[in-house]
């Protein structure tokens, strides 16, 4: 009897522990696994407001912008909406922050990695630094969720801030983390 529960406590411990333990699959060419978390690379600016209605009958103004990506998706297109960019209106916070929500669309140019995640977070005016975290709502690894990281580089009149943006604009240079995709739970 004694042997018999040490059998099943052994066998349970570990199919809990092989359970919690995640292993990276690497393919045979050195490329992790489909499932494995990804790092997007991109370059983005503003190109222009676009004038949507609410449903209030007035028009607010969203921040366009295009770029490029690299990393997991390379020689790809980067597009995106600003849906909220609001400074902080509290003066006793120092350099400020802005509260950013935004719609991010990547294109890999094989069209094998196409996403669209909505993100939300912030970034501190001071410095430039932003941090926004979100969830891939379309396309390739849909439901996945999604960390973006990226620093401003401010506009410079005589040359472009980013390679590929133009002159007297500024551009942000950032990764995009895309986790796992949850698995269903039943």
Known sequence: MNINRRHVRGAA????IALLTQVSVVRADGQQGYDAPVEVTFTKWVTGPVFVPNGFGTIEG???MTGYTGGAVPDGTFVGEVLRNQPSANPALKGGVTALEAIYEVWDDGGNRVFTALI???????????ILDGVVLAGWRTGAPVHVEFQTKYKNPLAPSCSGAPINT??????????????AQN
């Open 170 to 183: 500024n551009c942000f240079e950032g990764t995009i983390h895309v986790g796992r995709v949850p698995t």
């Open 120 to 130: 939300r977070g912030g970034t501190d005016r001071g410095t430039g630094a932003a």
């Open 62 to 64: 969203h921040g366009l």
């Open 13 to 16: 411990l570990a199919g809990a």
